[in-house]
């Protein structure tokens, strides 16, 4: 018998039955309780599971699998979406994901429509930027990883979320930006080149602030330059 066995035997949860009937490794409040369904006081058993670490919650009414139960990876990704909404995965850790710049980013970072908020959790930090509505929808691309989706900004998107995001950034010439994105962000020169100019239109028709509308002008020039070359 084992430990996992004994430990839910002794509690009185099936916790075999429990895996089966919760496919996800993230899931919500409903989705707990149905599957505790055929229990009595299915609340105090939410508390048993959650003292044995067997499920971890992430915040009041999503949770996770504990370690020893996971059947693969937490989507830190899926869990940004599901923490606070509506949202998507933008600005350094998208950034980082593309593969745009070379420094690992532990904070998942996000946009939303609500207002700017932090979330610590047991998975880590979330930080959420507000954008305005009509900034939103352009550069949101459904990413599916190991049966999963999860919302989440193209690079050209991230870089403008990254901008829009620090009002205190002076970007007031062309030199300003060469250097925050090659200096600052350590973009390499060449992934630019690979930026949609019909992606960076759309976005500047909608741009939140003049230094968004500013880094896509200019991202766009220097397309259209190397186009002519």
């Known amino acids: 018998m084992t430990y996992y066995t004994e430990k839910c035997m002794s509690a009185q949860i099936d916790i ?6 919760i496919a996800e490794e993230e899931f919500d409040y409903q989705t707990l309780m149905h599957a505790l ?25 999503l949770y996770v699998f504990g370690q020893r139960l996971r059947r693969r ?7 940004s979406n599901l923490i606070y909404g509506p949202s998507y995965v933008s600005r350094e850790y998208a950034l980082r994901f593309h593969g745009f710049i070379p420094e690992q980013v532990h904070t998942i970072t ?10 610590h959790t047991p998975l880590g930090a979330f930080t959420y930027t507000s954008i305005p509505l009509s900034a939103y929808p352009a550069g949101i691309v459904r990413k599916n ?18 901008v829009y995001a620090h009002s205190n950034l002076q970007l007031r010439s062309a030199g300003d930006i060469e250097r925050y994105l090659l200096e600052d962000l350590r973009i390499n020169a060449a992934d630019l080149q690979e930026l949609r100019p019909s992606l960076l239109r759309k976005i500047l028709a909608t741009a939140a602030s003049k230094r968004v ?7 766009l020039r220097i397309l259209e330059k190397t186009a002519d070359e």
């Open 16 to 21: 075999v039955a429990l895996r089966e009937r």
């Open 37 to 61: 369904r055929e229990y009595a006081g299915p609340r105090n058993r939410v508390t048993t599971l959650l003292d044995s670490g067997d499920i971890i919650r992430v915040k009041k009414g």
């Open 73 to 79: 990876p937490v989507s830190r990704e899926l869990l």
């Open 110 to 119: 996000a946009m939303t429509t609500g207002r700017s908020r932090s979330f």
């Open 145 to 162: 990883a190991e049966d999963r989706s999860f919302f989440l900004a193209a690079p050209e998107k991230a870089l403008a979320d990254q």
């Open 213 to 219: 509308q500013f880094l896509m002008n200019y991202l």
